[in-house]
Protein backbone atom coordinates (compact mmCIF):
# COMPACT_ATOMS: atom_id res chain seq x y z
CA UNK A 1 0.00 0.00 0.00
CA UNK A 2 2.61 2.20 1.43
CA UNK A 3 5.19 1.57 -1.97
CA UNK A 4 2.18 1.70 -4.40
CA UNK A 5 1.53 5.01 -3.13
CA UNK A 6 5.22 6.32 -3.12
CA UNK A 7 5.72 4.88 -6.39
CA UNK A 8 2.38 6.87 -8.36
CA UNK A 9 3.74 9.74 -5.97
CA UNK A 10 6.96 9.87 -7.80
CA UNK A 11 5.98 9.28 -11.04
CA UNK A 12 3.87 12.34 -10.63
CA UNK A 13 6.83 14.76 -9.19
CA UNK A 14 8.65 13.01 -12.44
CA UNK A 15 6.08 14.25 -14.40
CA UNK A 16 5.26 17.72 -13.42
CA UNK A 17 7.40 19.64 -14.87
CA UNK A 18 5.12 18.72 -18.12
CA UNK A 19 2.25 20.79 -16.45
CA UNK A 20 3.60 23.66 -14.73
CA UNK A 21 5.79 25.20 -16.55
CA UNK A 22 5.73 28.69 -14.16
CA UNK A 23 9.15 29.37 -12.77
CA UNK A 24 6.93 30.28 -10.30
CA UNK A 25 5.34 26.83 -9.55
CA UNK A 26 8.58 25.51 -10.03
CA UNK A 27 10.62 27.07 -7.52
CA UNK A 28 7.75 26.95 -4.70
CA UNK A 29 8.06 23.04 -5.22
CA UNK A 30 11.84 23.07 -4.92
CA UNK A 31 11.13 24.41 -2.09
CA UNK A 32 8.97 22.28 -1.08
CA UNK A 33 11.44 19.22 -1.68
CA UNK A 34 14.14 21.09 0.50
CA UNK A 35 11.55 21.42 3.14
CA UNK A 36 10.68 18.00 3.36
CA UNK A 37 13.98 16.66 3.37
CA UNK A 38 14.85 19.41 6.29
CA UNK A 39 11.74 18.59 8.44
CA UNK A 40 12.51 14.63 7.79
CA UNK A 41 16.05 14.92 9.06
CA UNK A 42 15.22 17.07 11.70
CA UNK A 43 12.59 14.25 12.44
CA UNK A 44 15.58 11.61 12.85
CA UNK A 45 17.35 13.81 15.47
CA UNK A 46 13.90 14.17 17.50
CA UNK A 47 13.61 10.17 17.27
CA UNK A 48 16.37 10.05 19.61
CA UNK A 49 14.34 12.07 22.44
CA UNK A 50 16.13 15.30 21.86
CA UNK A 51 14.38 18.74 19.92
CA UNK A 52 17.47 20.19 17.67
CA UNK A 53 16.80 23.88 16.91
CA UNK A 54 20.15 23.99 15.05
CA UNK A 55 19.03 23.02 11.81
CA UNK A 56 19.27 26.99 10.50
CA UNK A 57 22.84 27.07 12.13
CA UNK A 58 23.68 23.90 9.86
CA UNK A 59 22.41 24.80 6.81
CA UNK A 60 24.42 27.94 7.38
CA UNK A 61 27.60 25.97 7.59
CA UNK A 62 26.92 23.55 4.74
CA UNK A 63 25.99 26.46 2.52
CA UNK A 64 29.09 28.72 3.23
CA UNK A 65 31.23 25.52 2.75
CA UNK A 66 29.42 25.31 -0.79
CA UNK A 67 30.24 28.37 -1.86
CA UNK A 68 33.77 28.76 -0.48
CA UNK A 69 34.65 25.48 -1.72
CA UNK A 70 33.37 26.70 -5.86
CA UNK A 71 34.55 29.99 -5.11
CA UNK A 72 37.70 30.26 -3.69
CA UNK A 73 38.92 26.65 -4.05
CA UNK A 74 37.77 26.32 -7.43
CA UNK A 75 35.74 22.73 -6.40
CA UNK A 76 33.41 21.67 -8.69
CA UNK A 77 29.51 22.05 -7.41
CA UNK A 78 29.26 18.20 -7.45
CA UNK A 79 32.09 17.72 -5.30
CA UNK A 80 31.48 20.90 -3.24
CA UNK A 81 27.75 19.96 -2.19
CA UNK A 82 28.28 16.58 -0.64
CA UNK A 83 31.45 18.34 1.34
CA UNK A 84 28.98 20.84 2.54
CA UNK A 85 26.70 18.24 3.99
CA UNK A 86 29.75 16.83 5.45
CA UNK A 87 30.96 19.66 6.92
CA UNK A 88 27.47 20.74 8.83
CA UNK A 89 27.74 16.61 10.08
CA UNK A 90 31.63 17.13 10.79
CA UNK A 91 30.86 19.93 13.08
CA UNK A 92 27.68 18.27 14.70
CA UNK A 93 29.58 15.33 15.62
CA UNK A 94 32.36 17.50 17.41
CA UNK A 95 29.32 19.76 19.44
CA UNK A 96 27.57 16.72 19.60
CA UNK A 97 29.14 14.74 21.92
CA UNK A 98 29.08 18.12 24.50
CA UNK A 99 25.93 18.98 23.80
CA UNK A 100 23.65 15.44 24.53
CA UNK A 101 24.76 15.39 27.67
CA UNK A 102 22.37 18.28 28.25
CA UNK A 103 18.68 16.61 28.78
CA UNK A 104 15.35 17.43 27.10
CA UNK A 105 14.81 21.62 26.98
CA UNK A 106 18.58 22.49 27.57
CA UNK A 107 19.73 20.76 24.66
CA UNK A 108 17.36 22.65 22.57
CA UNK A 109 18.76 25.95 24.20
CA UNK A 110 22.00 25.39 23.36
CA UNK A 111 21.38 24.36 19.86
CA UNK A 112 19.94 27.70 19.33
CA UNK A 113 22.95 29.19 21.20
CA UNK A 114 25.42 27.25 18.34
CA UNK A 115 23.17 28.52 15.62
CA UNK A 116 23.66 32.14 16.67
CA UNK A 117 27.52 30.79 16.51
CA UNK A 118 27.32 30.32 13.27
CA UNK A 119 25.16 33.65 12.56
CA UNK A 120 28.13 35.82 14.37
CA UNK A 121 31.10 33.98 13.60
CA UNK A 122 29.60 34.47 9.09
CA UNK A 123 29.29 38.36 10.26
CA UNK A 124 32.39 38.49 11.91
CA UNK A 125 34.61 36.93 9.52
CA UNK A 126 34.53 39.64 6.92
CA UNK A 127 37.45 38.17 5.05
CA UNK A 128 36.28 34.89 4.06
CA UNK A 129 32.13 35.57 4.51
CA UNK A 130 31.85 39.03 3.12
CA UNK A 131 29.93 39.71 6.47
CA UNK A 132 26.72 41.00 7.00
CA UNK A 133 26.18 41.38 3.07
CA UNK A 134 27.08 37.84 2.62
CA UNK A 135 28.16 36.69 -0.77
CA UNK A 136 26.75 37.14 -4.15
CA UNK A 137 26.79 35.37 -7.90
CA UNK A 138 27.43 32.32 -6.82
CA UNK A 139 27.59 29.54 -9.49
CA UNK A 140 25.28 27.54 -11.01
CA UNK A 141 26.05 24.20 -11.14
CA UNK A 142 28.60 23.17 -13.57
CA UNK A 143 26.20 20.86 -16.51
CA UNK A 144 25.67 17.63 -16.93
CA UNK A 145 25.58 16.39 -19.84
CA UNK A 146 25.26 12.73 -20.85
CA UNK A 147 25.73 12.62 -25.24
CA UNK A 148 21.91 12.37 -26.55
CA UNK A 149 20.15 11.60 -22.88
CA UNK A 150 20.32 13.75 -20.88
CA UNK A 151 21.53 17.83 -20.88
CA UNK A 152 21.39 19.55 -17.91
CA UNK A 153 22.94 23.03 -17.55
CA UNK A 154 20.70 24.40 -14.74
CA UNK A 155 19.69 27.34 -16.82
CA UNK A 156 16.28 27.40 -16.26
CA UNK A 157 14.20 25.92 -13.19
CA UNK A 158 13.19 22.91 -14.46
CA UNK A 159 16.62 21.88 -14.26
CA UNK A 160 16.93 22.52 -10.68
CA UNK A 161 13.73 20.94 -10.30
CA UNK A 162 14.97 17.53 -11.05
CA UNK A 163 18.13 17.97 -8.97
CA UNK A 164 16.23 18.90 -5.91
CA UNK A 165 13.98 15.75 -6.75
CA UNK A 166 17.14 13.29 -7.00
CA UNK A 167 18.32 15.03 -3.77
CA UNK A 168 15.12 14.17 -1.97
CA UNK A 169 14.14 10.74 -3.27
CA UNK A 170 18.41 9.83 -2.23
CA UNK A 171 18.20 11.28 1.24
CA UNK A 172 14.23 9.63 2.06
CA UNK A 173 15.93 6.68 0.94
CA UNK A 174 18.60 7.02 3.32
CA UNK A 175 16.59 8.34 5.99
CA UNK A 176 14.27 5.41 5.84
CA UNK A 177 16.93 3.11 5.94
CA UNK A 178 18.55 4.54 8.61
CA UNK A 179 15.27 4.22 10.63
CA UNK A 180 13.88 0.65 9.76
CA UNK A 181 17.60 -0.02 10.56
CA UNK A 182 18.81 -1.72 14.06
CA UNK A 183 20.02 1.98 14.76
CA UNK A 184 16.39 3.31 13.93
CA UNK A 185 14.72 1.29 16.67
CA UNK A 186 17.96 1.68 18.99
CA UNK A 187 17.76 5.10 18.81
CA UNK A 188 13.42 4.44 19.32
CA UNK A 189 14.29 2.58 22.70
CA UNK A 190 16.50 5.73 23.66
CA UNK A 191 14.07 8.13 23.15
CA UNK A 192 11.25 5.75 25.23
CA UNK A 193 13.90 4.60 27.69
CA UNK A 194 16.96 6.70 28.08
CA UNK A 195 18.19 5.26 31.15
CA UNK A 196 16.82 1.55 30.60
CA UNK A 197 18.42 2.07 27.16
CA UNK A 198 21.79 2.62 28.96
CA UNK A 199 21.02 -0.34 31.75
CA UNK A 200 21.32 -3.04 28.99
CA UNK A 201 24.49 -2.00 27.17
CA UNK A 202 23.26 0.96 25.05
CA UNK A 203 25.74 3.21 24.36
CA UNK A 204 22.81 6.23 24.22
CA UNK A 205 25.65 9.10 24.10
CA UNK A 206 27.00 7.70 20.95
CA UNK A 207 23.33 6.97 19.14
CA UNK A 208 22.41 10.84 20.12
CA UNK A 209 25.21 12.24 18.85
CA UNK A 210 24.72 10.02 15.65
CA UNK A 211 21.24 10.83 15.07
CA UNK A 212 22.50 14.65 15.23
CA UNK A 213 25.06 13.66 13.15
CA UNK A 214 23.15 12.19 10.30
CA UNK A 215 20.52 14.94 10.89
CA UNK A 216 22.72 17.62 10.29
CA UNK A 217 24.19 16.02 7.37
CA UNK A 218 21.78 16.72 5.46
CA UNK A 219 20.90 20.36 6.56
CA UNK A 220 24.44 20.71 5.18
CA UNK A 221 23.26 19.29 2.27
CA UNK A 222 20.13 21.58 1.76
CA UNK A 223 22.48 24.62 2.78
CA UNK A 224 24.69 23.97 -0.08
CA UNK A 225 21.34 22.78 -2.39
CA UNK A 226 19.78 25.95 -1.88
CA UNK A 227 23.12 28.54 -1.90
CA UNK A 228 23.58 27.77 -5.64
CA UNK A 229 20.08 27.41 -6.09
CA UNK A 230 19.33 30.97 -5.69
CA UNK A 231 23.07 32.14 -5.99
CA UNK A 232 23.26 34.11 -2.79
CA UNK A 233 24.15 33.40 0.83
CA UNK A 234 23.75 35.80 3.87
CA UNK A 235 24.73 35.16 7.42
CA UNK A 236 21.16 35.31 8.66
CA UNK A 237 19.36 33.42 5.81
CA UNK A 238 18.21 30.63 7.99
CA UNK A 239 17.41 32.47 11.06
CA UNK A 240 15.86 31.24 14.35
CA UNK A 241 12.35 32.07 12.86
CA UNK A 242 13.29 29.75 9.69
CA UNK A 243 14.44 26.31 12.04
CA UNK A 244 10.94 27.22 14.55
CA UNK A 245 9.00 26.75 10.70
CA UNK A 246 10.94 23.44 9.81
CA UNK A 247 9.77 22.11 13.51
CA UNK A 248 6.68 23.18 13.07
CA UNK A 249 6.29 21.19 9.67
CA UNK A 250 7.79 18.20 11.35
CA UNK A 251 4.84 18.76 14.40
CA UNK A 252 1.60 19.76 12.16
CA UNK A 253 2.75 16.20 9.65
CA UNK A 254 3.12 14.21 12.71
CA UNK A 255 6.38 13.24 13.98
CA UNK A 256 5.65 9.33 15.10
CA UNK A 257 5.73 8.54 11.14
CA UNK A 258 7.89 8.36 8.58
CA UNK A 259 5.73 10.05 6.60
CA UNK A 260 4.35 12.53 8.87
CA UNK A 261 7.12 15.48 7.92
CA UNK A 262 6.85 15.23 4.40
CA UNK A 263 3.22 15.47 4.71
CA UNK A 264 3.75 18.67 6.96
CA UNK A 265 5.83 20.42 4.82
CA UNK A 266 4.23 19.41 1.64
CA UNK A 267 0.75 20.63 2.73
CA UNK A 268 2.29 23.96 4.86
CA UNK A 269 4.18 25.08 1.83
CA UNK A 270 2.11 24.56 -0.91
CA UNK A 271 -1.53 25.72 1.29
CA UNK A 272 -0.54 28.90 1.42
CA UNK A 273 0.15 28.95 -2.74
CA UNK A 274 -2.99 27.91 -3.30
CA UNK A 275 -4.61 30.43 -1.10
CA UNK A 276 -3.07 33.26 -2.21
CA UNK A 277 -5.79 35.90 -1.61
CA UNK A 278 -5.57 34.76 2.42
CA UNK A 279 -1.25 35.24 1.97
CA UNK A 280 -1.26 38.16 4.60
CA UNK A 281 -2.76 35.75 7.05
CA UNK A 282 -1.18 33.07 6.20
CA UNK A 283 1.20 33.21 9.74
CA UNK A 284 -2.09 33.06 11.21
CA UNK A 285 -3.65 30.32 9.59
CA UNK A 286 -0.26 28.73 10.27
CA UNK A 287 -0.56 29.05 13.91
CA UNK A 288 -4.08 28.27 13.91
CA UNK A 289 -2.90 25.35 11.92
CA UNK A 290 -0.34 24.43 14.33
CA UNK A 291 -2.93 25.19 17.75
CA UNK A 292 -5.22 23.03 16.17
CA UNK A 293 -2.66 20.47 15.77
CA UNK A 294 -1.59 20.57 19.27
CA UNK A 295 -5.03 20.64 20.80
CA UNK A 296 -6.61 17.87 19.09
CA UNK A 297 -4.41 15.80 16.83
CA UNK A 298 -1.36 15.75 18.81
CA UNK A 299 -0.34 12.55 16.68
CA UNK A 300 0.14 15.08 13.43
CA UNK A 301 -2.16 14.75 9.62
CA UNK A 302 -0.31 11.18 9.75
CA UNK A 303 -2.08 10.07 12.99
CA UNK A 304 -5.35 11.06 11.07
CA UNK A 305 -6.30 8.44 9.87
CA UNK A 306 -6.04 6.43 13.33
CA UNK A 307 -7.68 8.87 14.57
CA UNK A 308 -11.01 8.14 12.54
CA UNK A 309 -10.44 4.55 12.85
CA UNK A 310 -10.64 5.52 16.88
CA UNK A 311 -13.90 7.44 16.17
CA UNK A 312 -15.71 5.22 14.07
CA UNK A 313 -15.11 1.82 15.76
CA UNK A 314 -18.42 0.49 14.62
CA UNK A 315 -16.89 0.84 10.60
CA UNK A 316 -14.31 -2.26 11.19
CA UNK A 317 -14.61 -5.39 12.29
CA UNK A 318 -12.62 -6.25 15.74
CA UNK A 319 -9.93 -8.95 14.81
CA UNK A 320 -10.99 -12.03 16.51
CA UNK A 321 -8.71 -13.00 19.32
CA UNK A 322 -6.98 -16.12 19.16
CA UNK B 1 39.84 53.53 26.10
CA UNK B 2 39.98 56.62 28.13
CA UNK B 3 38.15 56.49 31.17
CA UNK B 4 35.41 59.03 30.16
CA UNK B 5 34.79 56.16 27.31
CA UNK B 6 34.61 53.43 30.20
CA UNK B 7 32.53 54.87 32.23
CA UNK B 8 30.19 55.33 29.56
CA UNK B 9 29.59 51.93 28.24
CA UNK B 10 29.53 51.06 32.05
CA UNK B 11 26.88 53.07 32.40
CA UNK B 12 25.71 51.69 29.18
CA UNK B 13 25.47 47.90 30.42
CA UNK B 14 24.25 49.13 33.79
CA UNK B 15 21.75 49.88 31.83
CA UNK B 16 21.70 46.81 29.98
CA UNK B 17 21.15 45.13 33.19
CA UNK B 18 18.44 46.39 34.35
CA UNK B 19 16.80 45.26 30.92
CA UNK B 20 18.06 42.18 30.80
CA UNK B 21 17.20 41.37 34.82
CA UNK B 22 13.59 42.26 34.22
CA UNK B 23 13.46 39.86 31.22
CA UNK B 24 14.80 37.24 33.17
CA UNK B 25 12.95 37.84 36.32
CA UNK B 26 9.56 37.32 34.51
CA UNK B 27 10.59 34.40 32.47
CA UNK B 28 12.40 32.73 35.18
CA UNK B 29 8.98 33.27 37.19
CA UNK B 30 7.26 31.50 34.31
CA UNK B 31 9.01 28.60 33.35
CA UNK B 32 9.52 27.84 36.96
CA UNK B 33 6.23 27.79 38.15
CA UNK B 34 4.03 27.37 35.05
CA UNK B 35 6.91 24.10 34.22
CA UNK B 36 7.28 25.37 30.68
CA UNK B 37 9.54 27.17 28.54
CA UNK B 38 7.75 30.29 27.08
CA UNK B 39 9.71 31.06 24.41
CA UNK B 40 6.84 33.86 23.63
CA UNK B 41 8.28 35.89 26.22
CA UNK B 42 10.20 38.39 23.88
CA UNK B 43 7.39 38.63 22.08
CA UNK B 44 5.20 39.77 25.39
CA UNK B 45 8.27 42.27 25.90
CA UNK B 46 7.89 43.43 22.24
CA UNK B 47 3.85 43.69 23.23
CA UNK B 48 5.26 46.23 26.21
CA UNK B 49 6.98 48.66 24.10
CA UNK B 50 3.84 48.70 21.37
CA UNK B 51 1.81 49.44 24.00
CA UNK B 52 3.88 52.03 25.77
CA UNK B 53 4.36 53.45 21.61
CA UNK B 54 0.63 53.37 21.55
CA UNK B 55 0.34 55.62 24.77
CA UNK B 56 2.55 58.38 23.95
CA UNK B 57 2.25 59.25 20.76
CA UNK B 58 -1.46 57.89 19.63
CA UNK B 59 -3.53 58.58 22.88
CA UNK B 60 -0.89 61.17 24.14
CA UNK B 61 -0.50 60.13 27.52
CA UNK B 62 3.08 60.95 29.90
CA UNK B 63 5.96 58.32 29.71
CA UNK B 64 5.26 56.68 33.14
CA UNK B 65 1.16 56.45 32.70
CA UNK B 66 1.97 54.42 29.70
CA UNK B 67 4.62 52.36 31.25
CA UNK B 68 1.57 51.81 33.81
CA UNK B 69 -0.82 50.87 31.75
CA UNK B 70 1.08 48.39 28.96
CA UNK B 71 2.40 46.58 32.18
CA UNK B 72 -1.78 46.06 33.56
CA UNK B 73 -2.44 45.28 29.67
CA UNK B 74 0.28 43.09 28.99
CA UNK B 75 -0.07 41.40 32.42
CA UNK B 76 -3.61 40.88 31.67
CA UNK B 77 -2.84 39.43 27.90
CA UNK B 78 -0.39 37.17 30.06
CA UNK B 79 -3.18 35.57 32.39
CA UNK B 80 -5.71 35.07 29.58
CA UNK B 81 -2.71 33.01 27.62
CA UNK B 82 -2.08 31.71 30.66
CA UNK B 83 -5.77 30.66 30.85
CA UNK B 84 -6.11 29.65 27.30
CA UNK B 85 -3.11 28.41 25.82
CA UNK B 86 -0.88 27.11 28.63
CA UNK B 87 -3.27 25.27 31.19
CA UNK B 88 -4.58 22.90 29.03
CA UNK B 89 -1.24 21.28 28.98
CA UNK B 90 -0.12 21.57 32.51
CA UNK B 91 2.37 18.51 32.76
CA UNK B 92 3.19 18.79 29.46
CA UNK B 93 6.36 20.62 28.58
CA UNK B 94 6.66 19.56 25.00
CA UNK B 95 3.02 20.60 23.75
CA UNK B 96 2.90 24.12 26.02
CA UNK B 97 6.61 24.26 23.99
CA UNK B 98 4.91 24.08 20.45
CA UNK B 99 2.03 26.27 21.99
CA UNK B 100 4.43 28.84 22.85
CA UNK B 101 6.48 28.72 19.29
CA UNK B 102 2.82 28.98 17.52
CA UNK B 103 2.13 32.07 20.11
CA UNK B 104 5.71 33.94 18.44
CA UNK B 105 3.77 33.87 15.44
CA UNK B 106 0.57 34.99 16.11
CA UNK B 107 1.50 37.43 18.51
CA UNK B 108 4.56 38.86 15.92
CA UNK B 109 2.12 39.36 13.17
CA UNK B 110 -0.77 40.36 14.88
CA UNK B 111 1.59 43.94 15.74
CA UNK B 112 2.79 43.66 12.53
CA UNK B 113 -0.74 43.73 10.85
CA UNK B 114 -1.29 46.84 13.19
CA UNK B 115 1.72 48.87 13.71
CA UNK B 116 3.28 47.60 10.69
CA UNK B 117 7.09 46.88 10.02
CA UNK B 118 9.11 49.81 10.35
CA UNK B 119 11.14 50.43 13.27
CA UNK B 120 9.30 53.12 15.73
CA UNK B 121 10.98 55.42 18.17
CA UNK B 122 9.34 57.35 21.51
CA UNK B 123 11.36 59.72 23.39
CA UNK B 124 12.49 59.29 26.92
CA UNK B 125 11.25 62.26 29.17
CA UNK B 126 14.58 62.35 30.73
CA UNK B 127 17.03 64.43 28.48
CA UNK B 128 19.49 65.87 30.80
CA UNK B 129 22.90 64.28 32.51
CA UNK B 130 23.84 63.92 35.78
CA UNK B 131 27.65 64.46 36.57
CA UNK B 132 29.17 62.72 39.39
CA UNK B 133 32.94 63.00 39.53
CA UNK B 134 33.06 64.34 36.11
CA UNK B 135 31.28 61.27 34.94
CA UNK B 136 28.25 62.33 32.87
CA UNK B 137 25.60 60.21 33.43
CA UNK B 138 22.17 59.97 30.86
CA UNK B 139 19.01 60.32 32.94
CA UNK B 140 17.44 57.71 30.62
CA UNK B 141 20.08 55.15 31.34
CA UNK B 142 19.92 56.08 35.21
CA UNK B 143 16.35 55.54 35.28
CA UNK B 144 16.50 52.14 33.84
CA UNK B 145 18.56 50.75 36.58
CA UNK B 146 17.29 52.76 39.60
CA UNK B 147 13.43 51.19 37.89
CA UNK B 148 14.99 48.11 37.73
CA UNK B 149 16.73 48.01 41.36
CA UNK B 150 12.96 49.13 42.66
CA UNK B 151 10.61 46.41 40.96
CA UNK B 152 13.57 44.17 41.91
CA UNK B 153 13.16 45.12 45.42
CA UNK B 154 8.89 45.00 45.21
CA UNK B 155 9.19 41.56 43.67
CA UNK B 156 11.57 40.27 46.50
CA UNK B 157 8.96 41.45 49.09
CA UNK B 158 6.32 40.17 47.21
CA UNK B 159 7.82 37.21 47.76
CA UNK B 160 9.02 36.86 51.18
CA UNK B 161 6.16 38.36 52.69
CA UNK B 162 3.18 37.45 50.95
CA UNK B 163 1.28 34.43 51.20
CA UNK B 164 0.90 34.20 47.32
CA UNK B 165 4.66 34.67 46.93
CA UNK B 166 5.12 32.35 49.59
CA UNK B 167 3.29 29.88 47.18
CA UNK B 168 4.85 30.64 44.45
CA UNK B 169 8.20 29.33 45.97
CA UNK B 170 6.03 26.82 47.25
CA UNK B 171 5.57 25.62 43.67
CA UNK B 172 8.67 25.70 41.92
CA UNK B 173 10.16 24.07 44.11
CA UNK B 174 7.83 21.28 44.87
CA UNK B 175 4.62 20.93 42.80
CA UNK B 176 2.71 18.43 43.78
CA UNK B 177 3.69 18.46 47.57
CA UNK B 178 2.20 22.16 46.85
CA UNK B 179 -0.87 21.35 45.42
CA UNK B 180 -1.43 18.45 48.41
CA UNK B 181 -1.07 21.39 50.75
CA UNK B 182 -4.35 23.13 49.42
CA UNK B 183 -2.52 25.74 46.89
CA UNK B 184 -4.50 26.85 44.17
CA UNK B 185 -2.12 25.58 41.47
CA UNK B 186 -5.02 27.89 38.85
CA UNK B 187 -4.72 30.92 40.94
CA UNK B 188 -0.84 30.81 41.31
CA UNK B 189 -0.07 30.00 37.22
CA UNK B 190 -2.19 33.61 36.73
CA UNK B 191 -0.41 35.64 39.44
CA UNK B 192 2.98 34.28 37.90
CA UNK B 193 2.17 34.89 34.31
CA UNK B 194 0.79 38.58 35.18
CA UNK B 195 3.77 39.15 36.93
CA UNK B 196 5.67 37.80 34.49
CA UNK B 197 4.66 39.27 31.49
CA UNK B 198 3.87 42.63 33.27
CA UNK B 199 8.06 42.30 33.93
CA UNK B 200 8.57 41.97 30.38
CA UNK B 201 6.37 44.88 29.56
CA UNK B 202 8.74 47.18 32.06
CA UNK B 203 11.46 46.13 29.91
CA UNK B 204 10.19 46.71 26.55
CA UNK B 205 8.61 50.10 27.34
CA UNK B 206 12.08 51.43 28.53
CA UNK B 207 13.70 49.89 26.29
CA UNK B 208 12.24 52.07 23.58
CA UNK B 209 13.31 55.20 24.83
CA UNK B 210 16.80 53.66 24.47
CA UNK B 211 16.12 51.76 21.01
CA UNK B 212 14.05 52.08 17.88
CA UNK B 213 11.29 49.17 18.25
CA UNK B 214 10.44 46.65 15.81
CA UNK B 215 7.63 43.31 15.92
CA UNK B 216 11.13 41.44 15.66
CA UNK B 217 12.68 42.91 18.55
CA UNK B 218 11.69 40.05 20.77
CA UNK B 219 14.00 36.87 19.61
CA UNK B 220 16.67 39.41 21.04
CA UNK B 221 15.04 39.50 24.27
CA UNK B 222 14.53 35.68 24.40
CA UNK B 223 18.01 34.84 24.22
CA UNK B 224 19.55 36.86 26.87
CA UNK B 225 16.54 36.35 28.86
CA UNK B 226 17.74 32.20 28.72
CA UNK B 227 21.15 33.41 28.81
CA UNK B 228 20.73 34.97 31.79
CA UNK B 229 18.70 32.60 33.27
CA UNK B 230 21.29 29.81 32.48
CA UNK B 231 23.79 31.75 33.98
CA UNK B 232 22.33 32.24 37.16
CA UNK B 233 19.81 28.69 37.56
CA UNK B 234 16.53 28.52 36.68
CA UNK B 235 14.42 29.64 39.34
CA UNK B 236 16.37 31.74 41.06
CA UNK B 237 15.99 35.29 41.70
CA UNK B 238 19.48 35.83 43.15
CA UNK B 239 20.84 34.70 39.98
CA UNK B 240 18.76 36.74 37.62
CA UNK B 241 20.18 39.41 39.01
CA UNK B 242 23.10 38.52 39.45
CA UNK B 243 23.47 36.61 35.76
CA UNK B 244 21.56 40.11 34.74
CA UNK B 245 24.15 42.30 35.59
CA UNK B 246 27.09 40.52 34.26
CA UNK B 247 25.63 39.79 30.79
CA UNK B 248 24.65 43.72 31.14
CA UNK B 249 28.09 44.86 31.70
CA UNK B 250 29.78 41.91 29.32
CA UNK B 251 27.01 43.25 26.40
CA UNK B 252 27.69 47.25 27.44
CA UNK B 253 31.69 47.05 27.54
CA UNK B 254 32.61 44.55 25.62
CA UNK B 255 31.44 45.98 22.29
CA UNK B 256 33.50 49.03 22.75
CA UNK B 257 36.48 47.02 23.33
CA UNK B 258 35.91 44.89 20.28
CA UNK B 259 33.48 44.43 17.62
CA UNK B 260 29.43 43.69 18.28
CA UNK B 261 29.80 40.37 16.85
CA UNK B 262 33.06 39.13 18.70
CA UNK B 263 31.06 40.81 21.76
CA UNK B 264 28.16 38.37 21.09
CA UNK B 265 30.09 35.22 19.91
CA UNK B 266 31.93 35.45 23.46
CA UNK B 267 28.54 35.87 25.31
CA UNK B 268 26.84 33.32 23.62
CA UNK B 269 30.43 30.74 23.27
CA UNK B 270 30.56 31.61 27.06
CA UNK B 271 26.71 30.40 27.97
CA UNK B 272 27.22 27.19 25.58
CA UNK B 273 30.41 26.76 28.06
CA UNK B 274 28.61 26.70 31.38
CA UNK B 275 25.47 25.03 30.26
CA UNK B 276 28.16 22.32 29.08
CA UNK B 277 29.80 22.09 32.32
CA UNK B 278 27.60 23.54 35.26
CA UNK B 279 24.08 22.50 33.91
CA UNK B 280 22.41 23.97 37.12
CA UNK B 281 24.00 27.41 36.41
CA UNK B 282 26.75 29.20 38.00
CA UNK B 283 24.49 29.53 41.27
CA UNK B 284 22.54 27.04 41.12
CA UNK B 285 22.37 23.96 42.86
CA UNK B 286 20.74 20.59 41.48
Known amino acids: MGRIFAAVAIACLLLLPLLLTGPYHLHVLILTMMYVVLASSLRLINLSGQMSLAHGGMMTVGAYTSTLLVMKAGFPFWVAMPLAGFSAALIAYVVGYPFVRLKGIYFSIVTIFFSEVVVLTAQQWQGLTGGNTGIFGIPRPSPVVIPRILRMDFSSKTDFYYLALVLMLVSLIILYAVERSRIGLILRGVQQADSLAESIGIDTTGFKVLAFTVGSFFAGLIGGFYCHYISAISPDAFSFLFTIYILVYVTVGGEKKFVGPILGAAVLTILPEVARPLKAFMPFLFAAVLIAVIFFVPEGMAGLPDLARRLMPRSEKRPARA | ?286
Open chain 2, 1 to 286: MSAGALSQSVLNGLALSGIYILIALGLTLVMSIMGIVQVAHGEIYMIGAYAVYYMIAVLGGGFFLAIVVATLFVGGLGVLLERLCFRPFRGQPDRAFTVSIALILILQNVVLAIAGGNPLTYPSPFTGVLRILGVAISWKRLIIVLVGLGLLVCLFLFIKLTRTGQAMLAISQEREGAALQGMNIDRISAVAMFLGCGLAAVAGGFIGSLFSISPTMGSFALMKGIAVIILGGLGSIPGAVVGGAILGLVDGVLPALTTTHIAGLVGFATIIFILIFRPQGIWGHD
